[in-house]
């Protein structure tokens, strides 16, 4: 029996979020330059996006630029915001051809017009596809989108627009970038790290983590399958106890 005949495609998450770690670190390894790992990590993500969508999973998060990102080298995140360009209007057919809808989370507006613009065009095209959404985290940081949420919100009370009596955990949700995304049920990191890097930090109160000894580059499908199995082996309670899950 292969890995994919192992999965319950009854028990899919929903919502798989991923930290695309070790571009770099794969790249040193090999003796190459820092780029090349990022330009191999591309060919993971299309091997990861199409593998999702084949079985299943609705939306598919990934960690591909951070806020604090924007500290590396120049010649880097320009190497980078070039590579995101060249990688949406070549991959544009991979989305077409899988009905993949992109969509995107971060601040944006700190991204070169171009990148913008390449983004902007992608998901203009992707629109109505619906077997799987792909989120782009770019410029993107947790705690810049909760703050950026309580921002808003309190214009709204300073406005009447919304009671402060009646603000509770689904009332915020809504100010969040991923307002109209479900919570991720299922965290991959990559590269033996163990950190969730200011990622999603609300949204991940309850999700299942999975940390894989893999670069970027070298996580594949097979990967993938093995992060989904390890998910269906777990017991999600949310506080409760093993008996109330199971009805006993």
Known sequence: MNLKEKIDIERLPNHVAIIMDGNGRWAKAKGK???????????????????????????????????ENWNRPTDEVNALMNLLVMTLESELETFKKNSIKLDVIGDIENLP????TA????????????????????????????????????IDVKDQKLN????????????????NIPDP???????????????LLWQLAYTELYFSQKYWPEFRRDEFYEAIIDFQGRERRFGKTSEQIKGK
């Open 113 to 116: 017009l171009e990148s913008r």
């Open 185 to 199: 049920e299922l965290l991959i990191r990559t590269s033996g790290e163990y950190r969730i890097s200011n990622f």
């Open 164 to 179: 402060p009596e009646l603000i509770n955990e689904e009332s915020f949700t809504k100010y969040l970038t991923t307002c």
């Open 33 to 67: 330059e820092r780029f090349c790992g990022h330009q191999e990590g591309v060919e993971s993500v299309r091997v990861i996006a199409e593998t999702a969508a084949e079985l299943g999973v609705k939306y598919l998060t990934l960690y591909a630029f951070s806020k």
């Open 119 to 154: 983004l902007s065009n992608v998901m203009d095209a992707t629109k109505t596809f619906h077997r799987m959404t792909m989120v782009l985290a770019l410029s993107y940081s947790a705690r810049w989108e909760i703050i950026n949420a309580i921002r808003k919100l309190t």
